[in-house]
């Protein structure tokens, strides 16, 4: 049963609460055409095979694009990288425009920076409300010691320390 009488801005509000790494995922649509947005909706999910989980609305211009490829690469952003994620989470603009990639895994393209790189084979699409949930087996991986971009109460912000 849904539960739709409480405020969804308050809603939001209390999501906020509960920090999240920043990512950019990528991919190509049907016309080859490099497509990426920006993610905090990123997981891991299973060791065994190697698997990890995003969601996108269903609302976004990239659906198809990803509803349809068979592989996609999902970059973990570093600290500095807020502009960047900030590009490639506005609708309808060249996020690619002046951005040296490379090819990965089925030509996908692979950002110069991150923190952590994870090349991945579209594994299974899943309903999730308003969002499509898509998961991915991790096909090759990489990570720098960059310090990773966090997302917190609406903003960005940094890893002062760890404990």
Request: with cysteine; net charge neutral; proline share 5%.
């Amino acid at each position: 049963m849904s539960n739709t009488n409480f405020n969804k801005a308050e809603f939001r509000k209390a999501l906020g609460r509960f920090a999240t790494g920043v990512t950019i995922i990528t991919t190509l649509d049907k016309d080859g055409l490099s497509i990426g947005v920006t993610a905090s909706s990123f997981n891991s999910l299973s060791m065994n095979p190697p698997m990890i989980l995003w969601s996108l609305d269903k609302s976004a211009y990239s659906l198809p694009a990803f509803e349809h490829t068979p592989y996609f690469n999902v970059h973990v952003l570093s600290t500095g990288q807020g502009e960047l994620s900030n590009c490639f989470a506005k609708p309808n603009t060249d996020k690619f425009k002046g951005i040296e990639t490379i090819k990965g895994l089925g030509g996908i393209p692979i950002l110069p920076e991150y923190s952590a790189l994870f090349e991945c084979k579209t594994a299974h699409h899943y309903e999730g409300g308003d969002h499509i949930i898509i998961v991915g087996e991790v096909i090759k991986f990489s990570r720098n010691n960059n310090t990773p971009l966090v997302f917190h109460g609406g903003q960005y912000a940094g890893i002062d320390s760890l404990i």
